[in-house]
C-alpha cells in the first residue's frame, strides 16, 4: 500500500488513477467542505454553487467556528461526518462539476463505486472523531458561501498536511467497504453456525 | 433561598460537565484505545488508531474538542429522596447549563425541530436535552452524568422484537447483525450498548444507559455477564475493522442493560458509542458540594 501526497484542486485525471483501494494520501492545497443542506440546494432546489468545483475535493463537515467579522471565520473545532447520507449526489458532483474527491468519514455504499468510475474521482476515508487533528491542519477559513445555511454552508480552506487519509474507493471499480462487508457477511454465516 | 443556590449550583455542574466531556475522554477509554491499537493487525487499522491516539493528544495540548459533534446532550441522574432540589427544577438547571456551555465556549449548537429542520436553540429545545432519571430512597445527595452523543454512532441505532423461540441465539444474531450492518459509520471501535428485555421504548433506553458505563464493567446478572463476553468476542470476529476499513477490532466492548419482560416478548435493542465515548460526571450534595469524577 502506497503513501501519496496530492495538491488540490487538480486539472490531471492521472493524479486521481495512480490511487489505488488501500493507500494512504496526505492532502495539500484547498478543499471545499460541504454537508446534507448544501448539495440539497445545488441539485435538488437547483442552485448554482458559488464557487468552482473543477478538480476540487470536497470534505464532507459542518464545522464549529467562531465568527470574527462580516463574512470571516475562525476555526473553533473541525471535523468530518457521516458520508452514506449523501452517496446520491456522487454522480453528479462527478458529471457536472468534475469533482475529483469526496471525503468523509464512515464510507460510500457501493453504489458509488460506478459513478467515481466512470467520472475518475476517489473516495477518502477520514477517521471520524479526530476533530481536535484535523483541526490543527486546516490554516485558514478562506472563503464561505450560503452563510443562512449555518453550519452547513459552503466552505473553502486551506490546508497543511491534511490527513492521513485512506483511499476507501478508487477510480478503477474497488471499494475496501466492498471487500469488508463481502467477508463480514461470509463469516456472519460461519458465526451463526456457532452460536 | 437554599433551592435557589443549589439549582445554580447544579447549573454551573452542567455547564462544565458537557465542556469537560467533549474535550477529556476518561482514562478507562484511553486505556482500551491503547489497548486496542497495540492489537490490530491490519494496515487502514493501525493508521487509524495511532491517528485516534494522536487526535486525543491533541485535544489534551489544545484544549480543543475531541470530536466536532456535540451531539444532543444526554444527562442521567440519580437523585436522592431527600436531595432539596425538585426535578423539575433539576431539568431547569440542566437547560440552563446545556445552553451557557454552548453560547459561552462557543459549541456548534446541533439542535433542530423534527419537522422544519429549523435551529432551535444553543443545543436545546423542546424536550431537549434528555434525561434519565433513577430515584434512590433514603440518600440526600444528586449524581448527574452527561453523554454528550453524536449524530454518526446514534444513527447506528436498532431494533427488534425478537420472539421467545428467537432465545438467546436471536439476539445474539441480531446485534451481529446490526454491527456488520453499521459497518464504518458509526466510528468503530466504539461500545456497542444492547438492551434486552422490559418493552420496545425501554429495551432501547437500556441499551443507552449500557453504552454509558465505565468500558469494560459487566452486568452484576452472570447470565448477563456471560452474553457480554461472548458477544464482545463474535463482534470481534466480524473484521469490519476501526472505521470499517477491515481489521481485527471492531468494539472496545459490549455493555448489556436487561429488565424483566413479558413471556411472550423477546425485545433487542441496539445503541452504538463511537470510540469518543465521551462521559463526565458530578456528585452534588445537599449542601451544595460537588465532587467531580467519572466512577459511574
Given at each position: 500500500m502506497a503513501v501519496h501526497e496530492v495538491t488540490f484542486?487538480?486539472?490531471?485525471?492521472q493524479e486521481i488513477l495512480k490511487l489505488r483501494a488501500g493507500d494512504e494520501v496526505i492532502v495539500q492545497g484547498h478543499i471545499i467542505g460541504l454537508r446534507d443542506r448544501t448539495q440539497i440546494r445545488i441539485f435538488d432546489q437547483g442552485v448554482e454553487p458559488p464557487m468552482d468545483l473543477r478538480g476540487a475535493f470536497l470534505l464532507h463537515t459542518a464545522p464549529g467556528v467562531r465568527k470574527v467579522g462580516e463574512g470571516k471565520y475562525e476555526k473553533v473545532c473541525i471535523g468530518t461526518t457521516t458520508s452514506a447520507r449523501m452517496v446520491r449526489f456522487t454522480e453528479p458532483l462527478g458529471a457536472q462539476y468534475g469533482v475529483r474527491a469526496i471525503c468523509g468519514k464512515g464510507g460510500f455504499p457501493d453504489e458509488a463505486i460506478e459513478p467515481m468510475r466512470k467520472h475518475g474521482m476517489v473516495y477518502f476515508a477520514i477517521v471520524g472523531g479526530a476533530a481536535a487533528l484535523e483541526t490543527t491542519q486546516i490554516e485558514e477559513i478562506e472563503e464561505v458561501a450560503w452563510e443562512e445555511l449555518m453550519p452547513e454552508c459552503l466552505w473553502k480552506f486551506r490546508v497543511k498536511d491534511f490527513g492521513p487519509l485512506t483511499v476507501g474507493i478508487d477510480a478503477h471499480g474497488n471499494s475496501l467497504y466492498h471487500d469488508v462487508q463481502e467477508a463480514a457477511k461470509k463469516k456472519l454465516e460461519e458465526l451463526y453456525a456457532r452460536l | 433561598m437554599i433551592t435557589t443556590d443549589l439549582q445554580g449550583i447544579v447549573e454551573d455542574a452542567a455547564a462544565h460537565l458537557y465542556v469537560w466531556a467533549l474535550k477529556d475522554i476518561p482514562q478507562d477509554l484511553r486505556d482500551a484505545l491503547a489497548d486496542a491499537a497495540e492489537r490490530e493487525t491490519s494496515v487502514p487499522g493501525q493508521r487509524v488508531l495511532s491517528t485516534i491516539l494522536r487526535n486525543v493528544q491533541i485535544a489534551d495540548d489544545e484544549s480543543n474538542l475531541v470530536c466536532q459533534d456535540t451531539g444532543i446532550a444526554v444527562y442521567t441522574c440519580r437523585v436522592g429522596?431527600?436531595?432539596?432540589?425538585h426535578p423539575v427544577r433539576i431539568y431547569d438547571a440542566l437547560k440552563a447549563g446545556t445552553e451557557r456551555a454552548t453560547i459561552e465556549h462557543p459549541l456548534r449548537s446541533n439542535a433542530v425541530h423534527t419537522i422544519t429542520r429549523e435551529n432551535t436553540g444553543p443545543n436545546t429545545?423542546?424536550?431537549?436535552p434528555i434525561v434519565h432519571w433513577e430515584f434512590i430512597p433514603d440518600w440526600d445527595g444528586l449524581d448527574v452524568k452527561c453523554v454528550p452523543k453524536g449524530s454518526g454512532s446514534e444513527n447506528m441505532s436498532f431494533l427488534k422484537m425478537c420472539i421467545p423461540a428467537d432465545g438467546v441465539k436471536g439476539i445474539k444474531q441480531f446485534v451481529l447483525e446490526s454491527i456488520v450492518g453499521a459497518g464504518g459509520k458509526p466510528c468503530p471501535p466504539g461500545i456497542v450498548g444492547v438492551g434486552i428485555g422490559g418493552s420496545a421504548d425501554y429495551a432501547m433506553y437500556l441499551a443507552k444507559e449500557a453504552i454509558a458505563r465505565p468500558i469494560g464493567t459487566r452486568n452484576s446478572d452472570p447470565h448477563v455477564a456471560k452474553l457480554e463476553e461472548e458477544l464482545f468476542e463474535l463482534l470481534n470476529e466480524t473484521g469490519i475493522g476501526p472505521m470499517g476499513?477491515?481489521?481485527?477490532?471492531?468494539?472496545?466492548n459490549c455493555h448489556i442493560e436487561h429488565a424483566d419482560t413479558h413471556m411472550t416478548l423477546n425485545p433487542v435493542a441496539v445503541n452504538y458509542q463511537c470510540w469518543a465515548a465521551r462521559r463526565a460526571s458530578a456528585h452534588i450534595g445537599a449542601d451544595g458540594t460537588v465532587d467531580y469524577d467519572r466512577e459511574f
Amino acid at each position: 500500500m502506497a503513501v501519496h501526497e496530492v495538491t488540490f484542486p487538480i486539472a490531471d485525471e492521472q493524479e486521481i488513477l495512480k490511487l489505488r483501494a488501500g493507500d494512504e494520501v496526505i492532502v495539500q492545497g484547498h478543499i471545499i467542505g460541504l454537508r446534507d443542506r448544501t448539495q440539497i440546494r445545488i441539485f435538488d432546489q437547483g442552485v448554482e454553487p458559488p464557487m468552482d468545483l473543477r478538480g476540487a475535493f470536497l470534505l464532507h463537515t459542518a464545522p464549529g467556528v467562531r465568527k470574527v467579522g462580516e463574512g470571516k471565520y475562525e476555526k473553533v473545532c473541525i471535523g468530518t461526518t457521516t458520508s452514506a447520507r449523501m452517496v446520491r449526489f456522487t454522480e453528479p458532483l462527478g458529471a457536472q462539476y468534475g469533482v475529483r474527491a469526496i471525503c468523509g468519514k464512515g464510507g460510500f455504499p457501493d453504489e458509488a463505486i460506478e459513478p467515481m468510475r466512470k467520472h475518475g474521482m476517489v473516495y477518502f476515508a477520514i477517521v471520524g472523531g479526530a476533530a481536535a487533528l484535523e483541526t490543527t491542519q486546516i490554516e485558514e477559513i478562506e472563503e464561505v458561501a450560503w452563510e443562512e445555511l449555518m453550519p452547513e454552508c459552503l466552505w473553502k480552506f486551506r490546508v497543511k498536511d491534511f490527513g492521513p487519509l485512506t483511499v476507501g474507493i478508487d477510480a478503477h471499480g474497488n471499494s475496501l467497504y466492498h471487500d469488508v462487508q463481502e467477508a463480514a457477511k461470509k463469516k456472519l454465516e460461519e458465526l451463526y453456525a456457532r452460536l | 433561598m437554599i433551592t435557589t443556590d443549589l439549582q445554580g449550583i447544579v447549573e454551573d455542574a452542567a455547564a462544565h460537565l458537557y465542556v469537560w466531556a467533549l474535550k477529556d475522554i476518561p482514562q478507562d477509554l484511553r486505556d482500551a484505545l491503547a489497548d486496542a491499537a497495540e492489537r490490530e493487525t491490519s494496515v487502514p487499522g493501525q493508521r487509524v488508531l495511532s491517528t485516534i491516539l494522536r487526535n486525543v493528544q491533541i485535544a489534551d495540548d489544545e484544549s480543543n474538542l475531541v470530536c466536532q459533534d456535540t451531539g444532543i446532550a444526554v444527562y442521567t441522574c440519580r437523585v436522592g429522596e431527600h436531595f432539596p432540589l425538585h426535578p423539575v427544577r433539576i431539568y431547569d438547571a440542566l437547560k440552563a447549563g446545556t445552553e451557557r456551555a454552548t453560547i459561552e465556549h462557543p459549541l456548534r449548537s446541533n439542535a433542530v425541530h423534527t419537522i422544519t429542520r429549523e435551529n432551535t436553540g444553543p443545543n436545546t429545545g423542546y424536550r431537549l436535552p434528555i434525561v434519565h432519571w433513577e430515584f434512590i430512597p433514603d440518600w440526600d445527595g444528586l449524581d448527574v452524568k452527561c453523554v454528550p452523543k453524536g449524530s454518526g454512532s446514534e444513527n447506528m441505532s436498532f431494533l427488534k422484537m425478537c420472539i421467545p423461540a428467537d432465545g438467546v441465539k436471536g439476539i445474539k444474531q441480531f446485534v451481529l447483525e446490526s454491527i456488520v450492518g453499521a459497518g464504518g459509520k458509526p466510528c468503530p471501535p466504539g461500545i456497542v450498548g444492547v438492551g434486552i428485555g422490559g418493552s420496545a421504548d425501554y429495551a432501547m433506553y437500556l441499551a443507552k444507559e449500557a453504552i454509558a458505563r465505565p468500558i469494560g464493567t459487566r452486568n452484576s446478572d452472570p447470565h448477563v455477564a456471560k452474553l457480554e463476553e461472548e458477544l464482545f468476542e463474535l463482534l470481534n470476529e466480524t473484521g469490519i475493522g476501526p472505521m470499517g476499513l477491515g481489521g481485527d477490532v471492531t468494539v472496545l466492548n459490549c455493555h448489556i442493560e436487561h429488565a424483566d419482560t413479558h413471556m411472550t416478548l423477546n425485545p433487542v435493542a441496539v445503541n452504538y458509542q463511537c470510540w469518543a465515548a465521551r462521559r463526565a460526571s458530578a456528585h452534588i450534595g445537599a449542601d451544595g458540594t460537588v465532587d467531580y469524577d467519572r466512577e459511574f
